[in-house]
């Protein structure tokens, strides 16, 4: 019912930057929170940063000064620009999405994208 589409993972250097995008789409009434989370090999997945519609922002600790997340309410788009990337960094990222369904009862829906790979060599 509700499709995520992330981009922008890939392989860098310590130091550098990377901008991450995903794209929400289907049944949407509307979106009040956008995030991305890490899983780092052997490791639970972890909150990096969310989003709300009126642009309260969250971070962890350990990316805050680094990552800015970011939201296209109009696209249903969020970003995630990660600068002085540290191999620390290294997961697999995934979208998250919550909100409300364009259904009968308007119901919650919580979705996942398929997770985006980023390694930052040393």
């Known amino acids: 019912q509700v499709q995520l589409v992330e981009s922008g993972g890939g392989l860098v250097q310590s130091g550098g930057s990377l901008r991450l995008s995903c794209a929400a789409s289907?049944?949407?009434?509307?979106?009040?929170?956008m995030g991305w989370y890490r899983q780092a090999p052997g490791k639970q997945r972890e909150l990096a940063a969310d989003?709300?519609?009126?642009?309260?922002?969250n971070y962890a600790d350990s990316v805050k000064g680094r990552f800015t997340i970011s939201r296209d309410n109009a696209k249903n788009t969020v970003f995630l620009q990660m600068n002085s990337l540290i191999p620390e960094d290294t997961a697999v990222y995934y979208c998250?999405?919550?909100?409300?369904?364009?259904?009968?009862?308007?119901?919650?829906?919580?979705?996942w994208g398929q997770g985006t790979q980023v390694t930052v060599s040393s």
């Open positions: 998250n999405v919550r909100g409300l369904l364009e259904t009968t009862g308007r119901p919650m829906f919580t979705s």
């Open positions: 289907g049944i949407i009434r509307s979106i009040y929170s």
């Open positions: 989003i709300t519609s009126d642009e309260r922002t």
